[in-house]
């Protein structure tokens, strides 16, 4: 079976374009491109045979389809040949069935899905093995393609450098010279990316990136590129494979780009268009008060879109005021019946210590989803009974700047409700057993969430 | 079949415990236990029924079957009930296929055991999820047990915090007050773990644990405690599943207290006991240079071994003098003829960037397995044809500051060859333009290993 797909306008030009085209908007009238399946062919295999044949490959050995993301390679990305596959075992992360923290709020059935635990740390990945691939296969077909581009201080540029390091493709990362720590930016410099320091601001350094890539053969890897969206949304069709496919009632997820929540939702509507799924969940879109544009929409009914300016927040790959993929998830969240929430630095930091205490330990950006949640469940919109799947979207091990600021009261506008720190103590049996019976009595097992979330 | 496993006195005594009886070493001698486990029942069910039983489960949704440890639950810790256990999906690791690095140096089949893609990003999960459940199983079975302690800075105290955390079980950390950054501690702070800082040593802080633990009703989850070898045992079966049950020819795996390597030889003398495999792979052990005690007992021919005071070393896990499994891992390696080489801080931190050069990004003590890696291959002892795995034992996210060093130049006695740093630029595309074009002339896709390696 010949599975097809392509690049298609989503303001309905009917402008097409193959997959293997270096193209990122629409040449007719610029706007973004989506890839659209040929869901006639897809339909010619039944629901229970995808189930089947994806549980069949689901994280076993046979090249490329172990992978998550590979397991379902005629829905996402058919036209790659296996042998250009740049891949690194996507997805398959644990489904976390957060007990203890499901019960401090009543719930019994709420689960974190890690999208974390993956090479690079974050959900980025999903996304970067197909676009890489897609780059490799183009190089294969004899396009000269010098080398892969993006203007990024975080998870993106870290996957992009990652599978481009594998591939043996060179990345090239663009930066505002002054705005990054070397630590932010360890592990492209460690992955051997090209690293280009602009003595400019992140807009300036994305308007020198587009005119590299349009003037040189340099590929373009930015959140416009779609083709990052088809590997992404294998998020949600992971979710209801791992029970046993059977969908969650709600699932939460902390947006900023809107690229992630455009692709979890274009996964659950291919499942119920092929039958998989009968229902869909309902999703919530989390967002931080200092950067809410999304969510100041949302509350106007979706009228109107008016990009802000982000402010600082510690989720800070969420901190954007002008999200590139607004349209397309706004259509999506409406088709869901979905709302946004938001929430505080103070709701946030303290959500995600909350967490961490029953032995979580995510990125800030989880901590955004985590409040809402928190939120959602004491207003009574979500129901004990519901089964609940928050999205984490990178492990706390690349934030643990913001985990020590955090426990030393040192983030702003944030009162550290959770702090733990060290007890010092001399080196003498009886201070120590003292101190540690005093620990122990006041160490509780069962975690109540504060009255902020009440 | 009632599966059964028992403590036993590795010395002889012919001692026996049972696996929930709180005793870290045999009360007639003083000698270290080991878990022994009933072979005759479990030799009832053949080898292929085993690969079989271990296939079905692996990565799957049945409760708690799906761990990478739980899976293999008869061959760990058979008298756990499933209730009891505390599992985060423990193993499922990446194998990566390391073709660009391997590559390098003439290997078609190389592979990086991708341990520290784990819930707290290190293979210490693997041991830590069995005797978290055991303690639980014991609180359940109505022993009163207050907290699970452990004298540790690195990987043991946030494995051991994270699976306290979702138990619902007080954890507990001793640490030498001055020695110990908040950095180094954020996981089992996040993690709510009771930390006690004391103003001595790590000997000192060693010797308040066990005063603690033996005058109280505290559990001592220390690197004597066998329970966690059984867990840590399932990374050698994984590897041989991961190979459609096919046993490599070579396994490098960085040591340092020596646990880890007893566990690898443990698992594959199981299978090799039960018919699952023929042979047993070729094992290199590899240290610091800095922290050498079981490399200079190798090359004295196993003779005798004396401790030293190890100096200090990047692989910071590992700097160990005094060995805990130093008799059981000799044993171990002399079954298996392995060997032991050694890496200077040098040849460790050029082997982990080299190796980050072609995508991975992984921690020092990867560091110290790729140097010796490259070392044997230099000298003609591991050859092209064969299939070579490195057990990477930590994500390298747990260890920024290090790659940090790296490439800014200032790790002591290391110089940093394939340091990577930003190019500062104006924002004006063709001074852009003409730094990434001699950028991507520089750039080459077949990475070389340096002259210090052959």
């Known amino acids: 079976m010949d599975y097809r797909a392509w690049f298609q306008c989503i ?10 085209e270096v193209v990122y908007q629409c040449r007719k009238c610029g706007d973004l491109l989506e890839v659209v399946h040929d869901m006639e062919r897809l339909r010619h295999r039944s629901a229970s045979a995808w189930m089947k044949l994806f549980d069949d490959r689901y994280l076993r050995t046979e090249w490329p389809y172990g992978s998550g993301v590979w397991g ?17 075992f996507e997805g398959g992360t644990n489904l976390f069935w957060a007990e203890r923290f499901g019960k401090s709020m009543g719930l019994d059935d709420l689960w974190v899905k890690q999208c974390g635990l993956s090479h690079t740390g974050s959900f980025k ?30 998870d993106t540029s870290a996957a992009l450098a990652a599978y481009c390091a594998a591939a043996g493709i060179p990345a090239i990362v663009f930066l505002p010279k002054n705005l990054i720590s070397h630590a932010q930016l360890i592990q492209p410099i460690a992955n ?43 998020v949600g069709i992971e979710i209801v494979q791992q029970f046993d496919w059977e969908e969650p009632d709600v699932i939460i997820i902390p947006v900023g780009n809107l690229g992630n929540v455009t692709a979890l939702g274009k ?27 999304f969510y100041l929409s949302y509350c106007a009914g979706f009228k109107e879109f008016k990009p802000i300016k982000a402010r600082k927040t510690v989720a800070s790959a969420i901190q954007i005021g002008n999200p590139v993929s607004i349209r397309k998830a706004t259509k999506v ?20 210590a909350l967490a961490d205490r029953t032995g979580l330990f995510n990125c800030p950006h989880t901590g955004v989803a985590l409040a809402a949640l928190l939120k959602l469940v004491a207003r009574g919109q979500i129901k004990p009974e519901q089964r609940v799947v ?65």
Chains 1, 2 share one sequence.
């Open 390 to 454: 928050v999205i984490s979207t990178a492990h706390g091990l690349k934030f643990s700047e913001f985990k020590i600021a955090y426990h030393e009261g040192k983030l702003p506008d944030v009162r550290s409700r959770y702090a733990n720190l060290p007890i010092e103590l001399p080196p003498k049996y009886d201070a120590v057993r003292d101190a540690l019976f005093r620990a122990l009595d006041s160490w509780s097992s069962s975690i109540t969430p504060l009255e902020m979330f009440q």
């Open 72 to 88: 379902k390679k005629e829905w996402v990305c058919p036209s790659v040949h296996n042998d250009n596959i740049v891949s690194m």
């Open 333 to 352: 969240l409406q088709e869901f019946n979905g709302v946004v929430e938001q929430a505080t630095e103070d709701e946030i930091a303290n959500a995600a």
């Open 125 to 154: 990945d999903l996304g970067m093995t197909v676009l890489v691939s897609m780059v490799k296969q183009m190089i294969a077909e004899g396009q000269k393609i010098l080398g892969v581009a993006c203007a990024s201080t975080g």
């Open 267 to 293: 996964g659950f509507l291919m499942m119920k268009e092929l039958g998989l799924v009968n229902r869909l969940p309902w999703i919530v879109c989390a967002q931080a008060a200092n950067a809410n544009p």
């Open 11 to 20: 303001a309905g030009c009917n402008e097409r374009y193959p997959l293997n």
């Open 192 to 234: 051997g990316a090209i690293t280009l320091a602009l003595e400019t601001d992140f807009d300036g350094c994305m308007a020198i990136v587009r005119e590299v890539c349009s003037k040189n053969n340099v590929y373009l890897a930015n959140s416009m590129n779609s083709l990052r969206i088809e590997g992404q949304k294998t």
